[in-house]
């Protein structure tokens, strides 16, 4: 168990269904206080009842990244106050670059990176007002760092993620505020489980150099690293758990 997260809280974006649902169940097994957040209220209310029974202390607020008066409201709701931001609410477009709406990507681009600022810029104002500091994990993805077909918009926005991490880490620094980006490659939820059972999923899985798929399981790991004062002297980075993905060869 990590011991630092105990009774710290941790405000978890994009909480309600898949990789924002895991990691709240990860940082209430080691003790954490939780603030989950997204749009859908029932989904956390479920989960919350989950992870109640289970001991943990959780709280749920309303937030939609892409509204600046809701981002403030739910930051503010938070208590007693925010030592961790797991800043995982987003979307993904799929489609041919030839083929994506304007629409597709203002909405991609407003939720993967304008809703990211927002949100990581109103927990830091409350950090350093309550001289704190702090840890910021903002879930990017391994197509923030290689191309993919079919998915520009998405990983325009996570490469811009990745370097607004960058900046964040540097500008904070001075609050004692870390900012870092965790880079999952194919994770394996309950959202996408049956593609990796069609031929498109196994080819991908058969290219993948560890050849398998990862698990939420597979991200603890790094996810509490970059969170807790293991990581203490950590900002500014990007941490890929790919399975070796971004070293396969060309």
């Known amino acids: 168990m990590f011991e630092d997260l105990q009774r710290k809280t941790v405000l978890i974006t994009g909480a309600s269904s898949g990789l924002g649902a895991g990691f709240a169940e990860i940082f209430?097994?080691?003790?954490?206080?939780?603030?989950l957040a997204a749009r859908r209220v029932e989904k956390l209310e479920a989960l919350q009842r989950k992870l109640v029974e289970g001991g943990a202390e959780v709280q749920v607020v309303e937030l939609d990244v892409t509204d600046e008066n809701s981002v403030e409201a739910a930051v503010n709701a938070v208590v007693p106050n925010i030592d961790i931001l797991v800043n995982n609410?987003?979307?993904?477009?799929?489609?041919?670059?030839?083929?994506?709406?304007?629409?597709?990507?203002?909405?991609?681009?407003?939720?993967n990176l304008r809703g990211l600022f927002l949100v990581a810029q109103a927990v830091a104002r409350r950090m350093e007002r309550g001289g704190t500091g702090g840890s910021i994990v903002n879930i990017s993805s391994i197509t923030a760092l290689r191309a993919s077909?079919?998915?520009?918009?998405?990983?325009?926005?996570?490469?811009?993620?990745?370097?607004?991490?960058?900046?964040?880490?540097?500008?904070?620094?001075v609050h004692d505020i870390r900012v870092n980006a965790l880079c999952p490659g194919y994770i394996e939820t309950e959202m996408n489980a049956g593609f990796f059972e069609t031929p498109e999923g196994l080819?991908?899985?058969a290219r993948t150099p560890m050849k398998k798929i990862g698990k939420i399981a597979d991200l603890e790991g790094p996810l509490l690293l970059l969170a807790s004062d293991a990581g203490r002297h950590i900002t500014g980075i990007d941490l890929p758990v790919d399975g070796g993905h971004l070293v396969s060869s060309l």
């Not at 209430?28 to 603030?35: F, N, V």
């Open 89 to 111: 609410a987003g979307v993904a477009t799929f489609g041919r670059s030839l083929e994506i709406s304007a629409s597709d990507w203002d909405k991609t681009l407003d939720t």
């Open 203 to 205: 080819a991908l899985i």
């Open 149 to 173: 077909r079919g998915l520009a918009a998405y990983s325009a926005s996570k490469a811009a993620a990745s370097h607004l991490t960058k900046c964040l880490a540097l500008d904070w620094a």
């Open 28 to 35: 209430a097994r080691h003790g954490a206080r939780l603030a």
